[in-house]
Nanobody, 125 residues
């Protein structure tokens, strides 16, 4: 059974930084994509960043150059470093994992079955 346990997040001023972590267990790392999604109030869940077992990354255009996804295979932990935060980054953030979908669909939330519990990120202007 795949389990994801998130930590980190919180509040930061505009331009500040925050980091998220996600401990993943029960998956076959060689076959999985892991990533971060977010959902602001009243909106659909959107993909932020994905990393696969070859460390290839996919980013949403809105976070390119500001956010960095990484993983520590030995610790089975996924990370998201968020720099240059903007008020529009405010959302509930979720980590996710599943067998890798096609490259063109990796940021689609409906392609992932396994989810973390979510953590709030709030950026003040």
């Amino acid at each position: 059974q795949v389990q994801l346990l998130q930590s980190g997040g919180g509040s930061a001023p505009s331009g500040g930084s925050l980091a998220l972590s996600c401990a993943v267990s029960g998956h076959k790392s060689y076959a999985y994509c892991m990533g971060w999604f977010r959902q602001a109030s009243g909106t659909e869940r959107e993909g932020v960043a994905i990393i696969d077992s070859d460390d290839r990354t996919t980013y949403a255009d809105s976070v390119k150059g500001r956010f960095a996804i990484s993983r520590d295979a030995a610790k089975n932990t996924l990370y998201l470093q968020m720099n240059g935060l903007k008020p529009e980054d405010t959302a509930m953030y979720y980590c996710a994992a599943d067998y890798c979908p096609s490259l063109g669909s990796r940021l689609r939330a409906d392609k992932y079955e396994h989810w973390g519990q979510g953590t709030q990120v709030t950026v003040s202007s």
